[in-house]
DNA sequence: AATAAACCCTATCGGTTTGATGGGAGTTTA
DNA sequence: TAAACTCCCATCAAACCGATAGGGTTTATT
């Protein structure tokens, strides 16, 4: 399943990989009472990622510590933390990097442009972090479990 | 003047080209008052701006409408309109592309998520097109007489 | 009319990221 | 031992980003 093929590339902030890690752990966090973990062909056909991509997305997402895995036979993903404590603006960030549209616009990962002529106050930096702060209002403000739920009531009316 | 060589690379938002740009408009609407247009190695210099990259961007923005060039001896270019009513977010999706963080939250280039269970309505969707608009409240708020006059402001204290 | 200064425009380049896959090694349970 | 998993390396094509080369065209001045 390339997506890539089918729709012209547009650069985007939110990558198509975390578009997956969000809608893979929207599916561990429905599961989230469970005691079995889920299989990893489980998660991809649920949340219609590519099985070998979702591998790659998970690995990563298990090093920064959102699921965790057991091997072997019925092993498989599954949370480490309750979905309503985690806020999607994390996850973003594990996955994509920073939320700020410039680097120097950025509290987790501040640079300075080297080509600005002031770099500590720039008026494009001043205007950027005032996009990062809203964007970060929104994704800090929103869990995974607002997610999940807003997912499945989206699901119980339609398909 | 490469500035790609220097620094990490991010997915951003803002590219080089926006960055450029904006700081392009910026001393194009400082002399906005003035009866000859500014030549292009002018606006590279106080721009600080790689001479042929500028130019690529400058034909951009005249495509777009946003400014006028005259060409031969004495020409260069010139505002096309007040700055005061140029909004900042009309020139960066000009020279970037739509704000929202993936073409299914965008408003003016809407394109249905291929791999999504129910495109028209995501969690994922909502969440950025929420993104989308804070953005875009900031950036639609901001006009190019703003950027300029905050950029001037922050040189007169500084550099 | 010659010349210089400026914009116009296409084509291209290297480097990097992105999305995605293959293949095998390791681990656990039955 | 076999089956069913995860782990992790290496690799790939396509796209994009930043930047530049090198002509062609227009205009003002002399």
Known sequence: MTVSA??????????????????????????????????????AQRAHVPHKFL??????????????????????YSMTRDP?????SDIIRALDGPLAPIPCASLTAYQPCLDCENPKDCAIQHLMRQVRDATAAVLDGTTLADLAASEAAALAIHG
Request: overall charge positive; charged content about 25%.
């Open 6 to 43: 089918w729709i012209a590339y547009t650069q985007c902030m939110l990558t198509q990989k975390a578009k997956y890690g969000l809608r893979a752990l929207c599916v561990l966090a429905a599961e989230s009472g469970a005691h079995q973990p889920l299989p990893i062909h489980e998660v």
């Open 84 to 88: 309503g404590e985690i806020r999607v």
């Open 55 to 76: 591998e790659a997305i998970l690995l990563d997402l298990r090093r920064h510590g959102f699921v965790e895995s057991r091997r072997g036979k019925a092993g498989g």
